[in-house]
């Protein structure tokens, strides 16, 4: 894959996909309605948490679909595998979208994304295209600008973002009209924050055939509360009537599980919990999403797909003896960002958002596996949020372990995820950077290290080494995902929000 020309001409379709970008910009975004929740005060129940702006999340987005011309019954026209979770969503999407294309057209909504809002829709596995992501943007945007008219508000407003819901909640009807208009068969719909309120839930029973809860933590305190316990109630909102919910068996956490089961009986739902002896035993199947751990993400997928197809799915047997076309499905499978190689030129970058330690060793068995024994490397790193200079010396030991080489890298760039170069007058805080240069410079002292304050000039910087250099040069990008959608940005500029 190569980046396209920024300098090329723009048809009236890229147009209009810019123009869409420019007015999704002007909706309220994920963090701006967080930000609402942090001034709510907790909960002091321990499962459950109090009413608070949550309740009113369902009511208002039926009404949003209203607006938009659909009735939550409309969406039953797709059948629906509902994903929820701390860590994994995305994994189990992918592998459910892998496995699902092999046998129908399938729509796959999930988020964030990293270069462009049109990869938060997928039909096939493959972002929908500019035209058909603008078609649909203003299909949708004039039908809410003419509800709003009808019930008196000026044209003026009622053309603008006013009268539109806030950006999550506009992605996932927009999502919803696609496949609709595209008819696809199926849908793997992946939630954004938490479950019961999530905006995705508005999906009626009838229109889901398999819920699936991936592995609980702690994320969006201030939204879904500040135990794994009241996370859980949260996820577990996605359960519905009549519909197996696959879980794995948390025996370790014996108040989550009790959780999950109360809130599968309160839903009328089927709790599957699925051991993870059995998913042991199996093994997983290897493919383009390299780890340990995903086989546990398989897993789910396989059963999920498997309960969706009508094909069986005892996780005492669904594993053992699975169709060529699923264990295919599981190999393509792939997330923008994780274990991607983009060829340009003489330069190989290898893109992973790998953050924490176990991810980072597994990013150096894949990125040392395509190194030839004396090869070396660029190494591009940030991590803002977390101890960067740890996370470096946890990639660094397990290259060596790998490898048998103390250092395999050249030059070694820090730099922040800012995309631009400042403006006049800006000075931005490379006191991470500093610092992880520093960790570099003691660890591998023949490496060339330099700190950056946007990622622009990281990656102007890499292409003039290669240029110099005059052969193949690979270079590896990781530390944080915004660091990854950063350079796929740099490297595929196409009118970005």
């Known amino acids: 894959m190569s980046s396209t020309s920024t300098g090329r001409c723009l048809t009236t379709a890229s147009r209009s996909y810019n123009e869409a ?44 679909l209203r607006r938009a011309g659909y009735e939550p019954k409309d969406l039953a026209r797709l059948r629906h595998i509902h994903v929820a979770g701390t860590k994994g969503k995305g994994s189990v999407s992918a592998f459910a979208t892998g496995m699902l294309r092999q046998y129908e057209t399938v729509g796959t909504y999930t988020s964030p994304h990293l270069v462009s809002p049109r990869e938060r829709i997928a039909i096939q596995g493959e972002p929908v ?27 003026a407003e009622a053309e603008g973002p006013n009268s539109k819901p806030f950006f999550f909640r506009f992605m996932t009807i927009l999502a919803w009209h696609i496949f609709l208009r595209e008819k696809v068969d199926s849908v793997v719909l992946e939630c954004g924050i938490g479950g019961e309120y999530d905006a995705t ?45 696959f879980v794995r068996k948390i025996e370790e956490r014996p108040s989550v599980r009790r959780v999950l089961q109360e809130r599968a009986a309160e839903k009328g739902a089927k709790l599957v919990e699925l051991d993870d002896a059995l998913v042991e035993q199996w093994g997983g199947v290897p493919g383009r999403l390299p780890g340990n751990f995903q086989k546990y993400n398989q897993a789910l997928a396989v059963l999920a797909v498997r309960e969706h197809l009508g094909m069986g799915s005892d996780p005492k047997t669904a594993l053992l003896d699975l169709p060529d076309k699923m264990i295919q499905g599981l190999k393509e499978a792939n997330i923008r960002g994780r274990c991607e190689v983009i060829q340009q030129g003489h330069i190989g970058w290898h893109l992973d958002g790998a953050h924490t330690k176990d991810s980072m060793q597994e990013v150096a068995k894949w990125f040392i596996a395509t190194l030839g024994p004396d ?86 910087e890499v292409r003039e080494i290669a240029e110099q250099g005059g052969s193949h040069q690979k270079v590896l990008a990781t530390g944080s995902m915004y660091l990854a959608g950063g350079i796929l940005r740099a490297l595929e500029p196409e009118g970005l929000l």
């Open 21 to 64: 970008l420019g007015l999704l910009s002007q909706l309220y975004s994920n963090r701006q309605i967080t930000h609402l929740f942090e001034k709510t005060p907790g909960s002091s129940s321990v499962n459950k948490p109090a009413e608070d702006l949550n309740a009113l999340a369902i009511p208002e987005m039926r009404q949003w």
């Open 129 to 155: 295209s500019q035209s058909l992501f603008a078609e649909a943007f203003f299909e949708l945007w004039e039908r809410l600008s003419d509800t709003a008219k009808k019930e008196g508000m000026s044209t």
């Open 201 to 245: 839930n508005v999906v009626p029973p009838e229109a889901v055939s398999v819920a699936v809860l991936t592995q609980l933590g702690i994320d969006h305190v201030a939204m879904l509360g500040d135990t794994v316990e009241k996370i859980s109630w949260h996820k577990a909102g996605i359960f519905k009537p009549g519909v197996r919910g």
């Open 375 to 460: 090869e070396s490397a660029i190494l591009v790193f940030n991590q803002q949020e977390r101890d960067a200079a740890e996370l470096l010396m946890v990639l660094l030991d397990a290259i060596r372990d790998t490898s048998g080489r103390e250092n395999i890298f050249s030059h070694a760039f820090f730099t922040r995820n800012d995309q631009e170069k400042p403006v006049d007058g800006e000075t931005r805080d490379l006191e991470v950077q500093l610092r992880v240069a520093r960790t570099m410079d003691e660890r591998a002292p023949s490496c060339h290290t330099k700190t950056f304050d946007n990622i622009q000039d990281t990656v102007a």
